[in-house]
């Protein structure tokens, strides 16, 4: 069982930076490739981010590419996401989710644990 609870989201102008975080219980976070949605009112769960187990492969969304960048802290059980360049089309409450398995996925079904989201909202 992992729990997860993301945190750093907030409101920013077009064209600022937010660092989201999110922070695995238990002691396998290691064992788990981890990834970001995010979902907006009305629409579905996109994928954003998924980085491996242990750090050496990031994938992104094209939207997000080059603005984005996701790490991981293995001995810190953290996972965060720094989001440059922000655009109002970013806002949406973002979740991080844990795939028990060396690689992620962009599809969210793929993955076994959630966290309860953090809103972010970009101002135009």
């Known amino acids: 069982q992992v729990q997860l609870v993301e945190s750093g989201g907030g409101l920013v102008q077009a064209g600022g930076s937010l660092r989201l975080s999110c922070t695995a219980s238990?002691?396998?976070?290691?064992?788990?490739?981890m990834g970001w949605f995010r979902q907006a009112p009305g629409k579905e769960r996109e994928f954003v981010a998924t980085?491996?187990?242990?750090?050496?492969?990031?994938s992104y969304t094209v939207s997000v590419k080059g603005r984005f960048t996701i790490s991981r802290d293995n001995a810190e059980n953290t996972v965060s996401l720094q989001m440059n360049s922000l655009k109002p089309e970013d806002t949406a409450v973002y979740y991080c989710?844990?795939?028990?398995?060396?690689?992620?996925?962009?599809?969210?079904?793929?993955?076994?644990?959630w966290g309860q989201g953090t809103q972010v909202t970009v101002s135009s």
């Open positions: 980085i491996s187990r242990s750090g050496d492969s990031t």
């Open positions: 989710a844990a795939k028990a398995s060396l690689l992620g996925s962009s599809r969210p079904i793929a993955y076994d644990y």
């Open positions: 238990g002691r396998t976070f290691s064992s788990y490739a």
